[in-house]
């Protein structure tokens, strides 16, 4: 009888419903930077040109995300990414404030301008048997701040790509965007960006004004394909005003079901080639030990 049972519960469980793969988050990348500058308006070109920009923030990383924040008498800025164990894809924020009071010592300028910049890579492989048709939505919702006269170029964007895992890997760099926005940012060579993995996909939009814009990406996936997500958020605001995009990014896949993690390869920071090197040096010291034994 016992055995009956069995064999019953095991015909049962072959015509229920599979059980899926799922993405874990054991394959994400995230960076980011943020400053705060003077900055000269152009009323020819409706924005605020920063003068002698530099990179004032500082960035911290850990296995799951990264944030960056900048903070002076300019104003504020500061962004965040961290991986969703709900929906498999980058939650990003960013925030920027110019501060209205602030006038810079000539020949400076007029006023500020605040920046903040986040951007995360998450890897994937389908495990579908058939070609399965995978869509991104992306929806952007961001508050400015009231009308600040010159504050034209105020805004925040988002882009979102999804390209080959071949001819890519996610680099650091503390000083700017680097090489690991290339495919989220770009079709195209452009600078700091010798080569592209191939791009599957890809879109961007830009709010000006507060409310909300939403784009789709799609891709048709072959059995066993892996393939990298890339999304980008910054926030970018002069002349007194605020951006606030901190808590209104959204991205959801159409199924990810049959989507399982896919390691996202990364270029080791410059201390860890140190460390990379001294544990190099190490295994050839044992290596020779153990061979004159």
């Not at 072959?222 to 951006?243: E, K």
Request: proline share 5%.
């Amino acid at each position: 009888m016992r055995r009956l049972l069995l064999a019953i519960s095991f015909v049962c469980g072959l015509g229920s419903a599979p059980v899926y793969a799922t993405p874990t988050q054991t394959s994400f990348a995230a960076d980011g930077y943020s400053a705060t500058w003077d900055c000269r308006y152009r009323s020819d070109m409706s924005r605020c040109n920063p003068v002698n920009p530099t990179l004032n923030g500082s960035t911290t990383r850990w296995q799951s995300g990264a944030s960056s924040s900048a903070s002076s008498p300019r104003g504020e800025a500061w962004s965040l990414a961290t991986a969703d164990a709900g929906a498999y894809l980058p939650i990003l924020k960013t925030y920027a404030a110019s501060n209205a009071d602030y006038v810079p010592d000539a020949p400076n300028g007029e006023t500020s301008m605040a920046d903040a910049n986040i951007w995360g890579v998450q890897g994937y492989r389908y495990s579908g048997a058939t070609p399965f048709e995978l869509t991104v939505s992306v929806t952007l919702d961001s508050q400015f701040s009231p009308a600040v006269a010159g504050a034209g170029y105020n805004h925040s964007f988002f882009a979102v790509s999804l390209f080959d895992v071949e001819g890519y890997a996610f680099d650091y760099n503390q000083n700017a965007a680097s090489g690991s926005t290339c495919p989220i940012l770009r079709t195209a060579t452009g600078p700091g960006c010798a080569s592209l993995p191939a791009i599957f996909a890809r879109d961007q939009k830009f709010l000006y004004d507060t409310g909300s814009v939403t784009t789709t990406v799609s891709y048709l996936l072959n059995p066993g394909q892996a393939f990298y997500v890339g999304a980008y958020l910054d926030a970018n605001v002069c002349c007194g005003g605020v951006v606030d995009s901190s808590h209104t990014l959204t991205m959801r896949f159409n199924d990810a079901t049959m989507l399982d993690s896919f390691a996202v390869t990364m270029v080791p920071e410059p201390g860890q080639w140190a460390l990379m090197l001294s544990g190099l040096a190490l295994l050839a010291v044992v290596s020779r030990r153990r061979g004159s034994r």
